[in-house]
């Protein structure tokens, strides 16, 4: 059974442009949550997706955006890429939203701006 | 807002030694604790949870509302336990993500 799976796994990226991530949740999965990991911090919450509508959103500015489609899956945006966005993009899925379910994270997609 | 403070960045303990590992949460209701570990080259994965107060390889972890704490235990360290740990919390409904602490690298010496 395939883990949750991200892409890219590595890109680099000029200031003010722009980036798709996506992310493919693990097979029977309807919940996909979005961080951001700079490096030397833990993983903090960006968004949390659930049957196709946003559930959760985190402390970040609105150039963040998600969303998730009717296959369950899922793309993080980001505009007007800053060069503090550079960090380790890390999707995790779950059955629902209920926070007793386990949560289940991808490798992630590594972002330098430069 | 809810916080989670590991007061260690790094841990170096020799195999066979204890291991006890801090983690501190500010939150005024009733949170959920989890310990998330990062072997090297491997995914973010759970260990435990507070609420299932199972052992997992050998680690266990107590909720000490009294002292905010949920500190990760285990009476003999392996040098498999070398790791990056993250004890997070989240709000019970889910929606709002789990908060992570910055992260415990323990290293087991032989």
């Known amino acids: 059974d395939a883990g949750v799976t991200q892409s890219p796994t590595h890109l680099i990226k000029t200031r003010g442009q722009h980036v798709t991530l996506r992310c493919s949740p693990i097979s029977g999965h309807k919940s996909v949550s979005w961080y951001q990991q700079v490096l030397g911090q833990g993983p903090q919450f960006i968004f949390q997706y659930y049957e196709k509508e946003e559930r959760g959103r985190g402390n970040f500015p609105d150039r963040f955006s998600a969303r998730q489609f009717p296959n369950y899956s899922s793309e993080l945006n980001v505009n007007a890429l800053l060069l503090g966005d550079s960090a380790l993009y890390l999707c995790?899925?779950?059955?629902?939203?209920?926070?007793?379910?386990?949560?289940?994270f991808g490798e992630g997609s590594w972002l330098t701006v430069v | 807002a809810q916080r989670v403070t590991q007061p260690e960045k790094l841990l170096s303990v020799f195999k066979g030694a204890p291991v006890e590992l801090k983690c501190n949460y500010s939150y005024s209701g009733s949170p959920e604790l989890f310990w998330y570990v990062q072997y090297s080259r491997q995914r973010l994965q759970l260990l435990l949870r507070?609420?299932s107060r199972e052992s997992i390889k050998g680690f266990t972890a107590d909720l000490n509302k009294g002292e905010t704490s949920f500190h990760l235990k285990k009476p003999f360290a392996q040098e498999e336990d070398s790791a990056m740990y993250y004890c997070?919390?989240?709000?019970?409904?889910?929606?709002?993500?789990?908060?992570f602490g910055k992260g415990t690298h323990l290293i087991i010496q032989p």
């Open positions: 995790a899925s779950s059955l629902t939203t209920y926070s007793g379910n386990t949560i289940y």
């Open positions: 997070a919390l989240g709000l019970g409904g889910g929606a709002d993500g789990l908060t």
């Open positions: 507070h609420i």
